[in-house]
């Protein structure tokens, strides 16, 4: 089973969409994102420099774009060869999309607007995400508790990214649990955690009267690495998943329940096909970050 999963937020890096803008089709399609999305997704995939496109209500739309982009070039008439997708935080609105619960379109306008409702709701308070490797698990737990923070994406492979107000996060920095690393993440705000609350209800407004399909792809979700069978359920757990943690630790181990025998990762790539290097050893994989990508990423689903 060829497995294709979408990367979420912090993968975009000024200019990557440089070398797939060359090909008019993809330089079309991305017009089109574009206009869905309200904003300019080639200049800032080309021109805008890292502090803008770190912007949550520009870098969601953004990677969620890029994502879909490669996915059209890879999957043109190749869609029966995906054997499941699944997507990380953002990740996930691209994987809906290809699984067929929602128009690329309709994709692109939620999560404009998630994007937009999560930078508000990072305003009210300064917070921010920290990710943790190594350590034991328990006292790591323990020391979050201790400080008010929250686990937000378990991400597997000995890596957790935490959340929450910005001198917990220092404390933390400072006396970390004994064994671990913990490392300042460039986001604007505690992502996945009850201090996006207020996004979740905006994205749920934004949702209402969105057309949703049953995926026609075997589509896992965040929550808990299951297989989402039901396209309102689907979208459901995209606007819950706002402020609950992402078990990635949990989808990697479905794809290995699964026999998973290969992972694609779509533009703008790197960051998950690490993550499965480490926890799911031997898997073959593939990260689309150029159009010179695809050759390899289309011998993997014909072979």
């Not at 990697?252 to 499965?276: H, K, N, R």
């Not at 994989?285 to 159009?291: D, I, L, Q, R």
Request: charged residues 20%; glycine residues 10%; aromatic residues 2%.
């Amino acid at each position: 089973m060829i497995v294709v999963v979408a990367p979420g937020q912090g993968s975009q890096t000024p200019g990557f969409l440089e070398p797939w803008i060359a090909e008019p089709a993809h330089r079309e399609r991305l017009e089109r994102y574009s206009e869905a999305a309200g904003i300019d997704l080639i200049a800032h995939g080309t021109v805008s420099d890292a502090d803008t496109i770190r912007d949550t209500a520009i870098a969601q739309p953004l990677i969620v774009a890029a994502s879909l982009l490669s996915a059209a070039a890879l999957l043109d008439g190749r869609r029966d060869r995906v054997g499941a997708v699944a997507g990380h935080s953002v990740g996930e609105f691209a994987a809906a999309a290809i699984a067929g619960v929602l128009s690329d379109e309709n994709a692109l306008r939620l999560v404009r607007e998630r994007g937009l409702a999560m930078a508000d709701a990072a305003a009210a308070v300064p917070t921010g995400m920290s990710a943790v490797l190594g350590g034991d698990a328990d006292a790591l737990a323990t020391r979050l508790a201790e400080l008010g923070l929250s686990p937000a994406n378990m991400n597997g492979g000995g890596q957790t990214v935490v959340a929450g107000e910005l001198p917990a996060l220092a404390a933390l920095a400072a006396e970390p649990v004994p064994g671990s690393r913990v490392i300042p993440l460039q986001v604007a705000g505690a992502f996945h955690t009850r201090h996006m609350s207020p996004a979740v209800d905006r994205l749920r407004a934004a949702v209402a009267g969105v057309e949703a399909h049953d995926p026609s792809i075997r589509l896992y979700t965040n929550r808990d690495g299951s297989v989402v069978t039901s396209g309102s359920a689907a979208v459901e757990l995209l606007v819950g998943q706002v402020s609950s943690p992402v078990r990635w630790d949990l989808c990697m181990q479905s794809f290995a329940d699964d026999t998973v025998t290969g992972i694609i990762e779509l533009l703008p790539a790197g960051a998950l096909v690490g993550l499965a290097k480490r926890a799911l050893k031997g898997v073959p994989t593939v990260a689309v970050k150029t159009p010179d990508d695809l050759a390899a990423a289309i011998e993997m689903l014909e072979n």
